[in-house]
């Protein structure tokens, strides 16, 4: 049964399921892990396009949430945004002061996602709930999280491996919960291990 007083982080993006791609992301993980002899280190238990992050509550807050505002701002996307083409672009690390990340950055061709959709989201959601919060967001895939990396420190946090020329689809765009997996003390983190879920989805136009 579903306890309504758990919380969870919740995410807009895109669930991978196309074997292939997940495929090349594992293996992309698999190097950067063994070429930066990574420590500390763990990831989600699925790939996801990371659009925007909305907040940390409840899940019944959540229902409110999407009830409210989150599933006629889908809705809006879907009717009048096609399924987009998208390309790999950059790695980047970020450091929230508990662990590193590391993420793989993309872009739709015409830039859909950071011109429309990311600051449509940010703009009728996001600001209204949380005035202060900036609009941070690029696309991006969470890749790997550790503790330290003796390597790329030498390297001034620079990863030397070639990012894939595939492309990729996105042909939905969700809501998705992500649950710790493991318990701890102090403030929740989106660089702690994650199960993640998606809770409603909306297919772009074909």
């Known amino acids: 049964m579903e306890n309504n007083n758990e919380k969870n982080h919740f995410f807009i993006g895109n669930i991978f399921n196309n074997i292939n791609q997940i495929r090349l992301l594992r293996n992309i993980q698999k190097k950067i892990k063994n070429k930066y002899s990574l ?11 990371n659009l925007i992050y909305i907040g940390y509550f ?13 599933n006629s701002l ?3 996307i879907s009717n009048n945004i096609n ?21 793989l950055n993309f872009d ?4 859909i996602l950071k011109k429309i959709i990311i600051p449509y989201l940010f703009n009728e ?4 709930i949380y005035h202060q919060r900036k609009n941070v967001y690029s696309p991006n895939i969470d890749l790997i999280y550790y ?14 491996i070639q990012i894939p020329n595939d492309t990729f689809t996105i042909d939905h765009i969700s809501l998705i919960k992500g649950t710790s997996v493991r318990v701890r003390s102090g403030l929740p983190s989106l660089h702690d291990q994650m199960n993640l879920e998606e809770v409603n989805r909306f297919n772009l136009k074909n």
């Open 147 to 160: 503790k330290n990396s003796d390597k790329l420190v030498s390297t001034k946090n620079k990863i030397n």
């Open 125 to 128: 959601a996001i600001q209204p």
């Open 58 to 70: 409840d899940n019944e807050t959540a229902k409110l949430y999407m009830n409210n505002i989150i």
């Open 83 to 103: 399924i987009l083409e998208c390309n790999y672009t950059n790695f980047k690390i970020t450091y929230d002061k508990s662990y590193y990340k590391i993420s």
């Open 39 to 49: 420590k500390g280190y763990h990831y989600n238990n699925r790939f996801y396009a």
């Open 74 to 76: 889908l809705t809006a």
């Open 108 to 111: 739709d061709e015409n830039n």
